[in-house]
């Protein structure tokens, strides 16, 4: 797999509550110059993004990075994220709804998200650090069921991030329409192309630039 192929397959993520548009800026032009799938950015930069690069995939995120929101804000964001130019969105689900067992909470806050994003790309980041095995099946499904795009393993900004098992976990239990996508903590080709080959389409990373030529 060579570096081009990678980078096709990664969201060059700057998510950083410290983020200025300078470092915005240099983050684009590094997508455009790499040829990477998005940028992955905070909300509050889509529409400069939009305006200065209006050939590039813009990647957000909603409820980030808890997931605590109540539905309603994460339906609001959802759609101002759209109209200020957003392609793609990368849900936190309301873990503690998996905690307490209000699956069928989880499974309609997806659903809704789901139908205000209509032909765009739904990832549904589920947290992996804070579940349990059975848990994380249990999502597998609902992400499944509700017809998202992708389910992610994590923020970033949890315990931990992406790990080998839970992507063969989610490769056992997802349905074939879902894809794959790892994040946190991954930074050097090896770690992008493992996950790469181990079945995920995408790879969120804030280190794409390694791969230059």
């Known amino acids: 797999m060579n570096n081009q192929e990678i980078l096709s397959h990664v969201d060059h993520t700057l998510l950083k509550a410290f983020a200025s548009r300078e470092d915005i800026r240099k983050l684009c032009d590094e997508a455009v110059r790499l040829h990477t799938a998005s940028v992955c950015v905070p ?7 939009r ?3 209006p050939d590039l995939v813009i990647c957000t995120v909603v409820g980030f990075p808890l997931g605590y929101s109540v539905t309603a ?22 873990i503690t709804d998996v905690k307490n067992g209000d699956f069928d909470k989880v499974k309609a806050e997806i659903a809704s998200l789901r139908a205000i994003t209509e032909g765009r790309i739904l ?3 589920i947290e992996t650090c804070y579940l349990t ?9 609902i992400v499944t069921e509700t017809g998202a795009d992708y389910i992610k393993t994590s923020t970033g900004f ?4 992406a ?5 063969a976990l989610f490769k056992e239990h997802i349905g074939p329409g879902v894809k794959m996508k790892a994040a946190g903590g991954i930074r050097t080709r090896e770690a992008m192309e493992a996950y790469l080959e181990q ?12 791969l230059a030529d």
């Open 43 to 49: 909300p509050c930069y889509i529409r400069w993004i």
């Open 51 to 53: 305006e200065n690069y």
């Open 73 to 94: 804000a994460k339906e609001a964001e959802t759609r101002q994220a759209l109209a200020d130019g957003a392609d793609e969105v990368d849900m936190v689900i309301n």
């Open 123 to 125: 990832k549904v980041i």
């Open 133 to 141: 095995e059975e848990e994380k099946i249990r999502l597998c499904r």
């Open 158 to 161: 949890g315990t931990a991030g």
């Open 163 to 167: 790990a080998p098992e839970d992507i």
């Open 199 to 210: 079945g995920c389409d995408r790879i969120g990373s804030s280190s794409a630039s390694i």
